[in-house]
């Protein structure tokens, strides 16, 4: 039973589009986050959720916007996709926001814009 | 502006022997270190962390050092075995909340049967 699932795996899709990758916690988890894994492989965080509020949107393109139905779910929707979005988003989820708290990662979202 | 700094790209070493990643930062706010280890096609998985009021933390045969006045810390992990293949990241967080923390791009360890 996985507990932090997003989908899809892979997605490719043409410039301009719009998409969105979804993430759920079966943990019961209080955080979740989005990150994003550029060509550099740098892991870099893009948003920061607690009980369903945004605590930090990193300085990411408004055309990305995270949705928090609920505590177990934190979507990623994507407007006008543009050739630099290619990366591998990773969902994550962790206890709660505490410094020391583990981070449990999906396993990633391939995105190829052509 | 990389402020945690994983200077080998990769790592080969032979199993049973020892191996010993190096991670690097520059903010001197950094209190809290962790490394998390990422098979292919699967997200990163938490491995071990310190505290820099320690200067050393085992689990196993994972044992992380921290050289605050070097800004310095290294995994060691004995023996190395062929399943430890992956990429190991380096993570740093300042005081305050989980969002904070900081990432290296990672070291790829392979180990030869």
């Known amino acids: 039973d996985t507990a932090v699932s997003q989908t899809p795996k892979y997605l490719v899709t043409q410039m301009g589009n719009d998409k969105s990758i979804k993430c759920e916690q079966n943990?019961?988890?209080?955080?979740m986050y989005w990150y994003k894994q550029d060509s550099k492989k740098f892991l870099k965080i893009m948003f920061s959720?607690?009980?369903?509020?945004?605590?930090i949107n990193e300085t990411v393109p408004n055309r990305f916007s995270p949705k928090s139905p609920d505590k177990a779910h934190l979507n990623l929707h994507i407007n006008s996709l543009e050739l630099g979005d290619s990366a591998v988003y990773f969902c994550a989820s962790s206890r709660d926001r505490g410094r020391n708290e583990k981070l449990f990662f999906g396993s990633g979202t391939q995105l190829s814009v052509l | 502006d990389q402020q945690v700094k994983q200077n080998s790209p990769s790592l080969s070493v032979q199993e049973g022997r020892i191996s010993i990643l190096n991670c690097d930062y520059t903010?001197?706010?950094?209190?809290?270190f962790l490394w998390y280890k990422k098979y292919p096609a699967e997200g990163p998985t938490f491995l071990i962390s310190?505290?820099?009021?320690?200067d050393k933390n085992e689990d196993g045969r994972f044992t992380v050092f921290l050289n605050k006045s070097a800004k310095h810390l290294s995994l060691h992990i004995v023996p190395s075995q062929p399943g430890d293949s992956a990429v190991y990241f380096c993570a740093a967080s300042p005081w305050g909340g989980s969002e904070k923390l900081v990432f290296g791009k990672g070291t790829k360890l392979t180990v030869n049967p």
């Open positions: 959720y607690n009980n369903k509020e945004l605590i």
């Open positions: 310190i505290s820099s009021i320690k």
């Open positions: 943990l019961g988890h209080d955080t």
């Open positions: 903010n001197s706010m950094f209190d809290y």
